[in-house]
Structures are given as structure tokens and as C-alpha cells.
């Protein structure tokens, strides 16, 4: 190599690490924009607003959050892998958006693996496998025995394609070989109305979406569709202790950035968010959402999303579910 180009090139390296480190050492000293692919209101909204209040008190700079939903939360993800990846950009998103949607939605060449780099995981909620009243199951083996005595004549109804209660019910179709028809609503709340009207037979909705139904006799909890019991409903089992071993379709929220943010950054942005999810006042607001706390390395996540789209990918392919122009 040219000597004076090998000098050239140490001087521009030796540079770009001290400009990067200024950025670390500074950070931040702007606000920081949370997106957010789903509208006001709904899980990944709230979980987002819980973590960036409390960020924005530890970082001493406002984390704003902004909602731009549409497809499954693609159009805040596309938005994100094209923002500069300085740490003031970042994303709370869902098992939905990284590790679903890509697979659904053609029109956006998305790869979560590799346009993002994890953060820390929020929490996990889980689901809960409900029937209606007039369903004459009274657990996970009476259902799956019904529905093979009659193939088809069952539906189950999600907020929308490729919702994470959607994904649960064709996850819990496939490993059990029952036929179930899936009715898509636009939103969980309209679709709990219909289960609640007998308008079909069966959902896997967000527990605290359902819990007073529950309680007050109007919907039938048969198992909880995480991997433990719920701390604040035990006596509803869990899927995979009623006769399918390792079935596990909780929603789960993760915070990402662009892919090259420097690592510096993420380490302290995971730290930050490790501080949150320790506070008191937090961990209640989790455990009455009937949520688990979340944590781990950057690294653990980014391996846990990568586990999570070659899972539910390959449950859009066996299923057959169809792409989305």
C-alpha cells in the first residue's frame, strides 16, 4: 500500500473514533423520538410511553413518542431503518412488527435482523386462550377433542391479520392438526364484542383485554399461552402444561435502533432502560397489565428476534398464510 495513503487512512480512522466517541460522551443533548407503528392506546403504545417517561427523567432529554401506524406496524419500521442511526431514533416494536409482518406484507423489503439492532426487551404480555360460554369445553383437551369431531365448524376471531392473536391461534392450530377458521377484525376490541355476542367460538386476546369478562363468568379462560403462569391469575393453566409442551405465543416488546448505531450508545440506552424496568412504580404498572418484565444484553435480544422470525415464518408458511401486497 502507498505510504502516504496508509497515513491517510489512519488519520481519517483515528478521527471518525474520536468524533464517535465525542457523540457517546455528549449523548444525548436532544430529544429522542420513540417511534411507535400502532395508533394511541394500544399495547405497544402504552408500553412505549411507560419506558420513555421514565427514560426521558434518567437521560435528562425528552423521549418523544410518535405514533405512525399502518400494516402491522411497517410503516414506523421502514421509517426508522432509514433514519440516521445516531441513537436519536429508536423503535418500540412488537413480536408483530419484527418478526411477523416482514413475512406478510410483499411491499416492504424490511429484515428486522438485519435493518435493526436490539436495544433491550421491554416485556411480554401474554394471551389467553378464551371460549364462549356456549362452547362445552372446559379445557384445552376438551376443545382440541371437539374440534376434531367436527373439523371446520370452530372460528376464532383476532384483531387483524397477523396479529399476535391471530399468529397464536394458527401456531395452536398447526401443532395440534385441528381445522379452525380465522375471522380477522379491525382492532381486539371489536373482536372481543363479537366472541362476546357468540358471533364465533373461540380468541386469543391480551389477558387484560379479557380478564374482567373472565371474572365475570362472560368468557371461559382455558390457558394462558405463555410459557409460566400468570402471577396475577393463577389458577388459569398455561397451554404448554395442558398437553402441548413448549407452546409459546406471548407478545412481546422490544426496543430497537437502526442497524450501525454505535455500540456505545446501545449499551447505554440498554442500561438506561434496564434502570426503568427496576422502578418500583414500573414494575406494579407491569404486573397490573399482567405483564413479565423484560431486560437481558443487546446481543440476547438480537438473537431472541432472529429465533422469533424463523418461528413464526415458518408457521406462515406451514399455515399457508397469504402475503400482503
Known sequence: MNPMLFIALVVITYFSVAESRAQ???????????????????????????????????????????????????????????????????????????????????????????????????????????????????????????AKAKPGTINFGSGGLGTTPHMAGELFAYVTGIKIAHIAYRGEAPAINDLLGGQFQMMFPNLSAVIGNVKAGSLRALAVTSLQRVAGSPEIPTVAESGIPGFDAATWFALVAPAGTPHDLVLRLNAEVKRVLALPDVKQRFTDLGMSLGGGTPSELDIYIKSEIEKWSKVIKDADIRALD
Open 24 to 146: 457517546t460522551a455528549n449523548y444525548p443533548d436532544k430529544p429522542i423520538k420513540m417511534m411507535v407503528g400502532f395508533s394511541a392506546g394500544g399495547g405497544t403504545d402504552v408500553i412505549a410511553r411507560i419506558v420513555a417517561q421514565k427514560m426521558s427523567e434518567g437521560l435528562g432529554q425528552s423521549v418523544l413518542v410518535e405514533n405512525r401506524p399502518g400494516a402491522s406496524g411497517m410503516i414506523a419500521a421502514e421509517a426508522v431503518t432509514k433514519s440516521a442511526p445516531d441513537g436519536y431514533t429508536l423503535m418500540m416494536g412488537s413480536q408483530t412488527t419484527l418478526a411477523v409482518a416482514p413475512s406478510l406484507y410483499r411491499k416492504f423489503s424490511i429484515d428486522p435482523a438485519k435493518d435493526f439492532v436490539g436495544v433491550a426487551l421491554a416485556g411480554t404480555s401474554p394471551l389467553v386462550l378464551v371460549v364462549h360460554p356456549s362452547v362445552p369445553a372446559q379445557s384445552v383437551h376438551d376443545l382440541i377433542a371437539i
